[in-house]
């Protein structure tokens, strides 16, 4: 079972940035595209950014034109970059593949408060 090891979160404030990283236990972006999701208190996990198999990008319409993932194949990792950081942005981040893996990461907190 491959392993997903999400970090870089924290405490930032509104308008600050982090970026995200993903590392995967070994390369599975030739078979799945990735994504990252976000679980927010006390609502549903969501995907906010995910790559498509046509090789396009999506975006939650909440992140759009502030959030950016990327990959980086040789090291089997996937990042976020988010900028312009809200409020309603707080949560836990997780990758996975999209559709998600039958199992989940640890998460990254990512807490955006003032």
């Known amino acids: 079972q491959v392993q997903l090891v999400e970090s870089g979160g924290g405490l930032v404030q509104p308008g600050g940035s982090l970026r995200l990283s993903c590392a995967a236990s070994?390369?599975?972006?030739?078979?799945?595209?990735m994504g990252w999701y976000r679980q927010a208190p006390g609502k549903q996990r969501e995907l906010v950014a995910g790559?498509?198999?046509?090789?396009?990008?999506n975006y939650a319409d909440s992140v759009k034109g502030r959030f950016t993932i990327s990959t980086d194949n040789a090291k089997n990792t996937v990042y976020l970059q988010m900028n312009s950081l809200k409020s309603e942005d707080t949560g836990v981040y997780y990758c996975?593949?999209?559709?998600?893996?039958?199992?989940w990461g640890q998460g990254t907190q990512v807490t955006v408060s003032s």
């Open positions: 996975n593949a999209v559709p998600p893996y039958g199992f």
């Open positions: 790559f498509t198999r046509g090789g396009s990008i």
């Open positions: 070994r390369n599975i972006f030739s078979i799945n595209v």
